[in-house]
């Protein structure tokens, strides 16, 4: 009888469930199992009312929760019954104004069906640059508001033609209350800028831009989340000339591509990259290059990967589809500043850089670069958590007693917002090395504020005491007497950023290997094993110091720190008689003025991070040049490994809370292979971990840092950990370097207030 009999519910659906087609998805499904009711966006999410046959609403209820749209996440669904009203129709109500928890999605590639629509003579979309639908499209980059409405978004300045407005607001279409549709009468348009910052007319700008690229020039294209600068990919003279102009000498460059199969014949790709490269994401993957002579060598000199990436709007593809090979795709900024998302910066700061600017006047809101993502042992890394991804959303279920703001870090930096039940790390913000870069950070700061109405009860920071974030922290405290200020190790929050993403409240062995970080004791760490829970840590091991020879100077320039691991282990008269490249490439006067240097420890901060000491090994393999970009050291070291199949490991001791290295220093001295040091050293620093984890059995191993982007180090660890059947944890939705270190922050805020008021 209860199964035949009417009832109604109301359904309170939180998650990322605006702007996925959830709304026209429980419209069919209540027209399916003829229910009455209705389905609205509000603060939280999404709320439906459904009356009907009891059967037919556990129906409706059961779908719900199995056949989602693609696009969305459910985090909580609410169920509540009430007083049947007799409703017999089903309707779609606007979306009410109230406060805000929903959540934003990321802005999505172009969708299968959208692409053979703007393939289709016949459709009236063919060939459109801003096709989209609910499946696909911008989202965040061109939000300024939630709820996500159109008229919260830059493209409210486009009024809808009556064929779009048709589709918009048709429940049955698959462009109902999608945000950004337009079409060619009613869209934005593509516009074609020289040097000159004049527009210059064309019938066909895209085939402009075309001809620019054949000619060898680069210039710039208005994506998503911000400008690429684009040339050839083919072409040599093209990349050298882009680098030249760029300042950016060796940095690997990425590589987008028009289809899949062209991606493969430059590069080996396993079934994870291909599934990364071909989702809806659309991220860029760092895969193995195969020996080829298709792209330009300089794309990524020196090492055996490459990162790849398809088109993903419709204007890139219809770009490289009319161009007809690869282009680079860098983002367009300079040195130490944010990606550029209007066609006035991109004349003002790159007019030497490109030849000409193919951009449009749909408004990029909020900046958004490109993820970068691998695979190790089909486990994904993410390197920068941006377009796709970002922002990324945690559900916490115990909720947060505070409205908790966590800074981040100085490098890679991401800021997370803890409210509620949620958790929201930021898209990667950058580098915070210029004034630029801190106004985008101050920028997005003030975009999560608004779009969920958010003022920070607490603040977390690093204790870094140059960090711009912290200071920044600082002074927000003291000018807001209301907000509680916390300041958090660097390594701990490493390790509680792990911690966050398996929702972990336990304790845990946690390996924390990176460059650097400001250490308890006011020195620099980076080789850190902590004992640690979401309460408090132990430094258990770390790496023996060493000594950064001119400060600054030691990370840019290896030699420094491969001269100073000599100092440690040999007199000044014996390393003067050394026949080595890294002693030859300093005069004697040079060799004795770091002696006196280190000796006194002058300008020489001591430093525990198992990064320099990459670039130390690196500069005892010969290795003396300048460094073109952060991590070089380690990307060419873990290609040489591969070229060795050694599977010894060079001496160290484990001397109390010392990873003492010396002896490891005179071995390497000793080998006539650098591919044979590079592969022993990273063999050396998986021995540490699993034999200090030996001594903690029962303790489920973490690894963060950014040494862990190291491929060989990485999957041979998981080959080891799972051969054992070792409980271990490493990052696979947030990044393993510091653009996680504000969701490690906020994790520890927010258990500590939830502990104090139990």
Same mark, same amino acid.
């Given at each position: 009888?209860?199964?035949?009999?009417?009832?109604?519910?109301?359904?309170?659906?939180?998650?990322?469930?605006?702007?996925? @087609?959830?709304?026209?998805?429980?419209?069919?499904?209540? $027209?399916?199992?003829? &229910?009455?009711?209705?389905?609205?966006?509000?603060?939280?999410?999404?709320?439906?009312?459904?009356?009907? #046959?009891?059967?037919?609403?556990?129906?409706?209820?059961?779908?719900?929760?199995?056949?989602?749209?693609?696009?969305?996440?459910?985090?909580?669904?609410?169920?509540?019954?009430?007083?049947?009203?007799? /409703?017999?129709?089903?309707?779609?109500?606007?979306?009410?104004?109230?406060?805000?928890?929903?959540?934003?999605?990321?802005?999505?590639?172009?969708?299968?069906?959208?692409?053979?629509?703007?393939?289709? !003579?016949?459709?009236?979309?063919?060939?459109? !640059?801003?096709?989209?639908?609910?499946?696909?499209?911008?989202?965040?980059?061109?939000?300024?508001?939630?709820?996500?409405?159109?008229?919260?978004?830059?493209?409210?300045?486009?009024?809808?033609?009556?064929? *779009?407005?048709?589709?918009?607001?048709?429940?049955?279409?698959?462009?109902?209350?999608?945000?950004?549709?337009?079409?060619?009468?009613?869209?934005?348009?593509?516009?074609?800028?020289?040097?000159?910052?004049?527009?210059?007319?064309?019938?066909?700008?895209?085939?402009?831009?075309? /001809?620019?690229?054949?000619?060898?020039?680069?210039?710039?294209?208005? @994506?998503?989340?911000?400008?690429?600068?684009?040339?050839?990919?083919?072409?040599?003279?093209?990349?050298?000339?882009?680098?030249?102009?760029?300042?950016?000498?060796?940095?690997?460059?990425?590589?987008?591509?028009?289809?899949?199969?062209?991606?493969?014949?430059?590069?080996?790709?396993?079934?994870?990259?291909?599934?990364?490269?071909?989702?809806?994401?659309?991220?860029?993957?760092?895969?193995?290059?195969?020996?080829?002579?298709?792209?330009?060598?300089?794309?990524?000199?020196?090492?055996?990967?490459?990162?790849?990436?398809?088109?993903?709007?419709?204007? $890139?593809?219809?770009?490289?589809?009319?161009?007809?090979?690869?282009?680079?795709?860098?983002?367009?900024?300079?040195?130490?500043?944010?990606?550029?998302?209007?066609?006035?910066?991109?004349?003002?700061?790159?007019?030497?850089?490109?030849?000409?600017?193919?951009?449009?006047?749909?408004?990029?809101?909020?900046?958004?670069?490109?993820?970068?993502? #691998?695979?190790?042992?089909?486990?994904? +890394?993410?390197?920068?958590?941006?377009?796709?991804?970002?922002?990324?959303?945690?559900?916490?279920?115990?909720?947060?007693?505070?409205?908790?703001?966590?800074?981040?870090?100085?490098?890679?930096?991401?800021?997370?917002?803890?409210?509620?039940?949620? #958790?929201?790390?930021? !898209?990667?913000?950058?580098?915070?090395?210029?004034?630029?870069?801190?106004?985008?950070?101050?920028?997005?700061?003030?975009?999560?504020?608004? &779009?969920?109405?958010?003022? !920070?009860?607490?603040?977390?920071?690093?204790?870094?005491?140059?960090?711009?974030?912290?200071?920044?922290?600082?002074?927000?405290?003291?000018?807001?007497?209301?907000?509680?200020?916390?300041?958090?190790?660097?390594?701990?929050?490493?390790?509680?950023?792990?911690?966050?993403?398996?929702? +972990?409240?336990?304790?845990?062995?946690?390996? *924390?290997?990176?460059?650097?970080?400001?250490?308890?004791?006011?020195?620099?760490?980076?080789?850190?094993?902590?004992?640690?829970?979401?309460?408090?840590?132990?430094?258990?091991? $770390?790496?023996?110091?060493?000594?950064?020879?001119?400060?600054?100077?030691?990370?840019?320039?290896?030699?420094?720190?491969?001269?100073?691991? +000599?100092?440690?282990?040999? %007199?000044?008269?014996?390393?003067?008689?050394?026949?080595?490249?890294?002693?030859? =490439?300093?005069?004697?006067?040079?060799? %004795?003025?770091?002696?006196?240097?280190?000796?006194?420890?002058?300008?020489?901060?001591?430093?525990?991070?198992?990064?320099?000491?990459?670039?130390?090994?690196?500069?005892?393999?010969?290795?003396? /040049? /300048? &460094?073109?970009?952060?991590?070089?050291?380690?990307?060419?070291?873990?290609?040489?490994?591969?070229?060795?199949?050694?599977?010894?490991?060079?001496?160290?001791?484990?001397?109390?809370?010392?990873?003492?290295?010396?002896?490891?220093?005179?071995?390497? +001295?000793?080998? =006539?292979?650098?591919?044979?040091?590079?592969?022993?050293?990273?063999?050396?620093?998986?021995?540490?971990?699993?034999?200090?984890?030996?001594?903690?059995? $029962?303790?489920?191993?973490?690894?963060?840092?950014?040494?862990?982007?190291?491929?060989?180090?990485?999957?041979?660890?998981?080959?080891?950990?799972?051969?054992?059947?070792?409980?271990?944890?490493?990052?696979?939705?947030?990044?393993?370097?510091?653009?996680?270190?504000?969701?490690?922050?906020?994790?520890?805020?927010?258990?500590?207030?939830?502990?104090?008021?139990?």
């Amino acid at each position: 009888m209860e199964s035949t009999s009417n009832k109604r519910v109301k359904v309170s659906i939180s998650g990322i469930v605006q702007g996925v @087609g959830f709304r026209p998805f429980i419209y069919q499904l209540a $027209h399916r199992y003829a &229910l009455g009711g209705y389905v609205n966006n509000d603060g939280s999410g999404v709320v439906v009312e459904v009356e009907g #046959m009891s059967r037919s609403i556990d129906s409706f209820l059961e779908r719900l929760n199995s056949e989602p749209p693609p696009l969305a996440q459910i985090h909580s669904i609410v169920t509540e019954h009430l007083e049947v009203k007799g /409703e017999k129709e089903f309707k779609i109500l606007e979306s009410s104004q109230s406060h805000i928890s929903t959540l934003l999605l990321s802005d999505i590639a172009l969708c299968s069906e959208c692409l053979a629509e703007m393939r289709d !003579p016949k459709n009236r979309r063919y060939r459109y !640059p801003f096709i989209n639908c609910t499946n696909c499209g911008p989202r965040y980059t061109i939000t300024k508001a939630l709820p996500y409405d159109r008229v919260n978004t830059s493209m409210a300045e486009f009024e809808m033609c009556d064929a *779009c407005r048709a589709e918009y607001q048709d429940p049955n279409s698959r462009r109902y209350h999608a945000q950004p549709i337009s079409c060619y009468d009613c869209g934005p348009k593509l516009k074609l800028l020289r040097s000159s910052s004049n527009e210059v007319s064309y019938d066909d700008v895209i085939q402009k831009a075309v /001809e620019l690229l054949d000619a060898g020039h680069s210039i710039a294209l208005k @994506g998503l989340g911000g400008f690429h600068i684009i040339c050839d990919a083919t072409n040599e003279r093209a990349v050298a000339s882009l680098r030249y102009n760029k300042h950016r000498p060796t940095k690997p460059l990425a590589v987008m591509f028009d289809t899949i199969e062209s991606i493969k014949r430059i590069a080996h790709l396993s079934q994870k990259d291909e599934e990364l490269l071909c989702s809806a994401e659309s991220p860029i993957v760092t895969v193995e290059k195969k020996v080829s002579d298709t792209l330009a060598k300089s794309i990524a000199p020196n090492i055996d990967k490459i990162g790849v990436f398809l088109a993903y709007t419709p204007l $890139h593809i219809l770009l490289l589809e009319a161009f007809g090979k690869a282009v680079v795709a860098t983002s367009a900024n300079i040195s130490d500043e944010p990606i550029i998302t209007d066609e006035a910066e991109v004349e003002k700061k790159l007019s030497l850089v490109v030849e000409a600017t193919l951009t449009h006047n749909r408004e990029i809101v909020n900046a958004s670069d490109d993820t970068v993502m #691998m695979n190790i042992d089909d486990k994904r +890394l993410f390197l920068r958590l941006a377009r796709g991804y970002g922002p990324k959303s945690f559900y916490n279920r115990e909720g947060s007693q505070k409205r908790i703001l966590a800074v981040g870090a100085n490098q890679k930096n991401t800021i997370t917002l803890a409210f509620e039940n949620n #958790m929201i790390l930021s !898209p990667h913000i950058g580098d915070l090395n210029s004034l630029e870069a801190f106004d985008y950070f101050k920028r997005t700061l003030e975009l999560f504020k608004k &779009l969920y109405s958010f003022e !920070p009860d607490v603040i977390v920071c690093d204790k870094h005491p140059r960090y711009e974030t912290r200071l920044w922290a600082k002074e927000y405290a003291e000018s807001h007497s209301s907000v509680e200020l916390i300041e958090l190790q660097h390594h701990y929050a490493h390790a509680l950023s792990v911690m966050a993403e398996y929702a +972990l409240d336990e304790r845990v062995l946690a390996f *924390c290997f990176d460059g650097t970080g400001y250490g308890d004791d006011g020195s620099l760490w980076g080789g850190e094993v902590l004992l640690a829970s979401t309460k408090e840590y132990e430094r258990i091991y $770390h790496l023996q110091e060493l000594y950064l020879l001119g400060g600054e100077k030691a990370v840019r320039e290896p030699r420094r720190v491969g001269l100073s691991l +000599l100092f440690d282990s040999f %007199s000044l008269d014996e390393i003067m008689q050394m026949d080595i490249a890294l002693v030859k =490439s300093f005069t004697k006067e040079e060799l %004795s003025t770091l002696h006196t240097m280190f000796q006194r420890k002058i300008n020489s901060p001591k430093s525990s991070s198992i990064g320099r000491l990459f670039d130390g090994v690196y500069a005892l393999s010969g290795f003396v /040049e /300048e &460094l073109g970009y952060e991590g070089e050291s380690g990307l060419i070291m873990e290609r040489l490994s591969r070229e060795s199949d050694s599977q010894e490991r060079y001496s160290y001791t484990l001397d109390g809370s010392k990873i003492e290295y010396k002896m490891m220093v005179r071995e390497i +001295l000793q080998e =006539s292979s650098v591919a044979r040091v590079a592969k022993k050293f990273i063999n050396t620093i998986k021995a540490i971990i699993l034999d200090i984890s030996k001594d903690y059995p $029962h303790l489920p191993v973490v690894l963060s840092g950014g040494v862990f982007q190291n491929s060989v180090l990485v999957d041979a660890l998981i080959k080891e950990f799972d051969a054992s059947g070792r409980r271990y944890y490493i990052q696979s939705q947030t990044p393993i370097n510091d653009g996680s270190i504000s969701l490690g922050q906020a994790y520890y805020a927010v258990k500590k207030f939830n502990r104090e008021s139990n």
